[in-house]
């Protein structure tokens, strides 16, 4: 069987693609949020945490860095309703998203706040910051710098990772994909364009997020 | 709820149910190890493709670069449906198991490039330098200095990347492939309740997962004391 | 015929230049010592020998021969006349020094294994290592190591030694014991170019002296010529710094 390669069918598709590449960032932005606020939340209990938090927090990273985020998401759109809990496939992928990332950035922050020399927080202490400035002169400052790469990088696999809502019929750029698809059965001039709409988005993304870091942070990512 | 799940557990864990998830759970991980395998071969002809400075070679060079950024950019499942539709669409009879491999192959071409690229310029610019003073070739300089050295750095990341892929064969569930995810669906639609089902889904990767992760520091603490041999 | 010559060389590091227009001439067996402050492209040159870096202007001249950096074939046989030991000594850290002075001759020069075995257990001993040949270079000193890169470096069978700050990373109680195995070769008549420091030593073996600032030959003579009596204004600057440590 042959097929030749007709782009022309699926150019007119292109601002719909676009708009679910939108989409997507916008979804892993949501889920990224929520989840650095999880891993905040998680980190410090590891660091600073009493002897029953700390458990808890380490069986939920272990969980959810060990069991794919597809299945994650299963359970929460299929399961759930069992127990009488009505997800929305978007509100599905979107926790599954937000608990799998909070579990991720636990540990990359925990490695952040843990890269903070105690030298840096005494010499601060010694020319007599106060507790909460020496946080906010010191501290801050230095895990940001040190956070800011794994975190970018987390973001950018995390939009990646939003490919896998199309199998729950959300609308983003896989999932439009698949609709295009199933419009113009041209597969594989759709899913070329998809790929290199991912691409696109994906170094757009890291060029803004290296140029930011290093203006506010002083932090050194590579692009390429 | 829990009265519901309590007594499906007897029959979802019959026989050839426990067959079934049992082949399927090796097919999850023959699709990571032998994607990741293959991956790592071809992407170590990359690395050393990306260390070459013959002019000859600058295409290749090129289109190693190319391949490595582009295929680590683009997710696994739409990496999955453009090898799903170029072998259908062009006639190619394949098995749907050998094209999520494919598929798993490609990505890990392009990641272990990168990986084991990092690990051979790791090695300090002083041994390239007298390597090459003396007249060894390039394939010369990595075969008898550069990667010798080279390894114990390759190898934890390396070893990661094909844990970490064992999660993503998940995705290949969308194509047919009889792997965990796929089986899991299956006794779903045969009447389980999803609750178990996909309980007992996330188990089974977890038990395969967390004792390779575990394995995973053993092996880099113990390489890293080896380091200095 | 000289031995080795460089006509005008000049070299960049990308826009970073270098060396700007150095001539030398060397004999059958001189020595010649090459000093300076550092940046100043004495281990440049040294480097451009060896192939490490190609020249963007000037010449290089092997017993007449011109040598072209731009062709793969010409710079490999240059590599075959010319042996480096590098400051950092730059030993395979996964092989034993006898497998560190063995490796190139067996792999490269294809030599059987059974003649270079010997010969590089003859080049340990002359060095004052023949008792460590299966040591790894983590389990030897920063001197044992640079005597081990000598070593190296004459398994070769080089014509021309060039010798780049060999004592520059050595604790002071280890140099002599380098310096020791250098006066063996140039007692031999080994050719040889020396980048140091060491001026009691250069003072000592070399029969020239080239003083480099700036990527060019300020001024080159005998040693008491140069560091009793120069003629510039900088070379006295440098050797009355050097010299009141």
């Known amino acids: ?33 929520g989840g650095l606020l999880i891993g ?54 979107l926790l599954g998203m937000t608990l799998n990332a909070g579990a991720y950035l636990t540990e990359i922050q925990r490695a952040g706040f843990e890269s903070v020399h105690l030298a840096e927080v005494e010499a601060a202490e010694v020319l007599g910051f106060s ?5 906010l002169y010191v501290i801050l400052p230095h895990v940001a710098r040190v956070l800011f790469p794994p975190l970018s990088n987390q973001y950018i696999l995390m939009t990646l990772g939003t490919s896998m ?3 729950f019929g959300v609308e983003e750029l896989t999932g439009r994909a698949f609709n295009v698809n199933a419009q113009t059965f041209r597969s594989i001039e759709v899913f070329s364009l998809t790929a290199a709409l991912y691409v696109i988005v994906t170094f757009a993304a890291t060029a803004l997020l290296a140029v930011t870091g290093r203006l506010a942070f002083r932090a050194k990512m590579r692009i390429v | 709820m829990w009265q519901r799940l309590a007594s499906e557990l007897p029959d979802f864990f019959g026989y050839y149910n426990v067959i079934f998830l049992a082949k399927a759970a090796l097919a999850t991980i023959a699709l990571s190890f032998i994607g990741s395998l293959t991956g790592a071969v071809i992407g170590f002809g990359a690395a050393v493709v990306r260390l070459t400075q013959a002019r000859a070679l600058a295409t290749l060079r090129w ?18 449906m453009l090898v799903f539709f170029v072998f259908q669409l062009s006639g190619f009879d394949l098995p749907l198991f050998v094209i999520a491999l494919i598929a798993v192959f490609l990505i890990a071409t392009a990641y272990l490039a990168e990986i084991i690229r990092a690990g051979l310029e790791s090695v300090h610019r002083n041994q390239w330098d007298a390597a090459a003073a003396m007249n060894f070739s390039l394939p010369e300089t990595i075969r008898y200095i550069v990667l010798p050295q080279a390894w114990r750095v390759i ?36 009447g389980f309740s999803a609750a178990l089902v996909f309980g007992a889904l996330l188990v089974i990767y977890f038990l395969i997962s967390y004792p390779l992760a575990l394995l995973g520091v053993r092996l880099e603490a113990w390489l890293a004391a080896s380091r200095t041999r | 015929m000289q031995h080795l010559e460089l006509a005008d060389v000049s070299a960049a590091y990308g826009a970073h230049r270098v060396l700007n227009g150095v001539s030398l001439a060397l004999d059958h067996g001189e020595i010649m010592g090459l000093i300076g402050p550092s940046g100043s492209g004495k281990s440049t040159i040294l480097r451009v020998l060896v192939g490490l870096l190609k020249p963007t202007a000037g010449q290089v001249r092997i017993d007449g021969e011109p040598i072209d950096y731009g062709s793969a074939a010409d710079v490999a046989k240059a590599r075959e006349r010319c042996a480096i030991v590098f400051q950092q000594y730059n030993l395979f850290h996964n092989m034993t020094a006898l497998e560190n002075v063995t490796i ?9 294994r059974a003649d270079a075995t010997a010969e590089g257990s003859r080049l340990l001993a002359k060095v004052g290592l023949g008792d460590k040949l299966s040591w790894y270079p983590d389990e030897l000193s920063g001197g044992q190591q640079q005597r081990v890169a000598i070593a190296r470096a004459l398994a070769l069978k080089p014509e021309i030694l060039l010798l780049d700050e060999v004592t520059a990373a050595l ?13 063996v070769l140039a007692r031999e008549g080994m050719t040889m170019l020396v980048v140091s420091h060491e001026m009691g030593f250069i003072r000592e073996v070399a029969s020239r002296v080239a003083f480099i600032a700036d990527g060019r030959i300020v001024e080159m003579g005998m040693p008491t010529h140069i560091f009793d009596a120069p003629r510039e204004q900088r070379t006295a600057e440098f050797v009355s710094k050097i010299l009141r440590h």
């Not at chain 1, 380490?58 to 299945?71: D, G, I, S």
């Not at chain 2, 289109?63 to 999955?80: G, H, K, Q, W, Y």
């Not at chain 2, 094909?162 to 999660?167: D, E, H, P, R, V």
Request: charged residues 10%.
């Open chain 1, 1 to 33: 069987m042959s097929y030749t390669l007709q782009f022309g069918q699926v150019w007119p598709y292109l601002p719909t693609l676009a708009a679910g590449a939108l989409l997507s960032l916008q979804i892993a932005f949501l889920a990224f949020c």
């Open chain 1, 40 to 93: 905040t939340a998680g980190a410090a209990a590891l660091s600073f945490g009493g002897t029953w938090i700390r458990p808890v927090v380490r069986v939920y990273v272990v969980f959810f860095t060990n069991t794919p985020q597809l299945v994650q998401i299963y359970f929460l759109y299929f399961a759930l309703p069992d127990a009488g809990i009505l997800l929305s496939s978007f509100n599905a992928v």
């Open chain 1, 131 to 135: 507790r909460w400035q020496q946080i």
């Open chain 1, 165 to 167: 809502a199309a199998i």
């Open chain 2, 63 to 80: 289109a190693t670069v190319l391949f490595t950024e582009l295929f680590r950019r683009i997710p696994f499942l739409v990496t999955l």
């Open chain 2, 155 to 190: 190898l934890p990341p390396a070893f990661g990347f094909f844990i970490l892929f064992i999660k993503d064969t998940a995705l290949a569930s969308q194509i047919g492939v009889i792997e965990l995810t796929y089986a899991g669906k299956v006794l779903n639609n045969k």
């Open chain 3, 104 to 112: 190139a001759p067996i792999k490269i020069k294809k030599r059987p």
């Open chain 3, 171 to 183: 604790d002071p109680e280890l140099v002599s014991e380098v310096l020791d195995s250098i006066r």
